[in-house]
């Protein structure tokens, strides 16, 4: 396994073959500008490509939300990620919070969202950008964006509707509605919804689940899932026998038939 990153503003803990990473800006609630937290995502992001003995990464929030997106009294000051004219701000958003979509979006194994308090703005997006999000009833969702005169300008227009659809995600986004766990989970925003005290283990029985498949087989099914959504099907099925092909001659694959073989007493 690669040596760990060095992390400013979260803590990244590893459990067999889980990592957790936790934004710890409870002062902040979490706010992802103005913090080290984008570096810290990227940086562990990149870590869990490399770290082969990794499967899982579930991330989520301490203190009393999960994050609060971008930091207003920055924005009232027209300071850090949001002062300058047009072009600098524009480059402070590309070289800044529009890092963290692009890292995940590259994220080889499946991320899972802990969401325990608020998901608001840029924090919204964020869960959004998870494979399987879990909510606590503290839990709370909004694409608030437009209530302080700005636009999702971290991709959320683009993640929100691959999610709940063009029309649910036009109403979420044009109003600026808070919505509660209960609500997030009819619309399919999260997968389940649990008590504060249950979720860590809710989802870590769900992590260690999917980290018992066979490690690069799983990699190539959470690759394979983010590519399905921009591939017509001809292409992607060429894409599919070449995956299976690297599967049928990896060893976990003979060891996984075998193991099946024997649970069926042949």
């Given at each position: 396994m690669p040596d760990r990153p060095t992390l400013t503003d979260a803590r990244l803990e590893v459990a067999g073959r889980v990592a957790s990473l936790t934004?710890?800006?409870?002062?902040?609630?979490?706010?992802?500008?103005?913090?080290?937290?984008?570096?810290?995502i990227c940086?562990?992001?990149?870590?869990?490509?490399?770290?082969?003995?990794?499967?899982?990464?579930?991330?989520?929030?301490?203190?009393?939300?999960?994050?609060?997106?971008?930091?207003?009294?920055?924005?009232?000051?027209?300071?850090?990620?949001?002062?300058?004219?047009?072009?600098?701000v524009a480059d402070k958003y590309r070289r800044g919070i529009q890092r963290i979509p692009l890292a995940l979006e590259r994220l080889e194994v499946p991320l899972i969202a802990a969401i325990d308090g608020p998901a608001?703005?840029?924090?919204?997006?964020?869960?959004?950008?998870?494979?399987?999000?879990?909510?606590?009833?503290?839990?709370?969702?909004?694409?608030?964006?437009?209530?302080?005169?700005?636009?999702?300008?971290?991709?959320?227009?683009?993640?929100?509707q691959r999610l709940v659809g063009y029309q649910r995600a036009a109403e979420l986004t044009l109003t600026g509605r808070v919505i509660d766990a209960d609500e997030a989970l009819s619309l399919g925003l999260v997968l389940e919804v649990t008590t504060p005290e249950e979720l860590p283990d809710r989802v870590s029985a769900l992590a260690d689940r999917i980290?018992?498949?066979?490690?690069?087989?799983?990699?190539?099914?959470?690759?394979?899932?983010?590519?399905?959504?921009?591939?017509?099907?001809p292409d992607f099925l060429d894409l599919c026998a070449c995956f299976q092909g690297q599967c049928h001659n990896e060893p976990e694959h003979t060891a996984a038939v075998e193991a099946m073989l024997a649970r069926m007493g042949r």
């Open positions: 934004l710890d800006r409870d002062d902040v609630r979490n706010a992802l500008t103005g913090t080290a937290l984008i570096d810290d940086a562990v992001a990149d870590w869990a490509n490399r770290a082969e003995d990794v499967s899982v990464l579930v991330l989520t929030g301490a203190g009393k939300a999960f994050s609060a997106g971008g930091n207003i009294k920055d924005m009232a000051d027209r300071a850090g990620d949001f002062g300058g004219d047009v072009a600098t608001i703005g840029a924090g919204f997006d964020l869960a959004c950008m998870a494979d399987i999000r879990i909510a606590s009833t503290r839990a709370r969702f909004g694409e608030t964006f437009l209530t302080l005169g700005i636009i999702p300008g971290d991709g959320g227009a683009w993640l929100l980290a018992a498949q066979p490690p690069k087989a799983l990699r190539l099914t959470k690759r394979l899932l983010k590519t399905a959504r921009r591939m017509e099907l």
